[in-house]
Nanobody, 127 residues
Framework: QVVLVESGGGLVQAGGTLRLACAARGGMLVRYNVGWFRQAPGKEREFVAGVLRNVDITDYSDSARSRFTITRVEAENTVYLQMSSLKPEDTAIYYC????????????????????WGKGTLVTVSS
């Protein structure tokens, strides 16, 4: 079973940047669809960004597009989420997740499509 560990969260001022990392053990991330999600207090978990297995095809939520970048570094078995121009509404716990075989044939934008999750890392953006 793939074990995911997120890191890189913290407190940052609005307009600042953070880079989150999702490191994997027990499996090669390049073989899985990987997604970043976030959950703010009192809200549902929502899709932020994703990258397809084996290819560098990415997908972003409307709020993340143009501000966030998801990258996969195969040599490190890690997927990063570079976040810039952060806003207070980006405050949430950020989770990474993997979609393992049989792979989802849907949008890969819903939590139910993912099989293994990390414990999350907290991002707090102050105004």
């Amino acid at each position: 079973q793939v074990v995911l560990v997120e890191s890189g969260g913290g407190l940052v001022q609005a307009g600042g940047t953070l880079r989150l990392a999702c490191a994997a053990r027990g499996g090669m991330l390049v073989r899985y669809n990987v997604g970043w999600f976030r959950q703010a207090p009192g809200k549902e978990r929502e899709f932020v960004a994703g990258v397809l297995r084996n290819v560098d095809i990415t997908d972003y939520s409307d709020s993340a597009r143009s501000r966030f970048t998801i990258t996969r570094v195969e040599a490190e078995n890690t997927v990063y989420l570079q976040m810039s121009s952060l806003k207070p509404e980006d405050t949430a716990i950020y989770y990474c997740a993997v979609d393992v075989p049989p792979y989802s044939r849907d949008s890969r934008r819903t939590p139910d499509e993912y099989d293994s999750w990390g414990k999350g890392t907290l991002v707090t953006v102050s105004s």
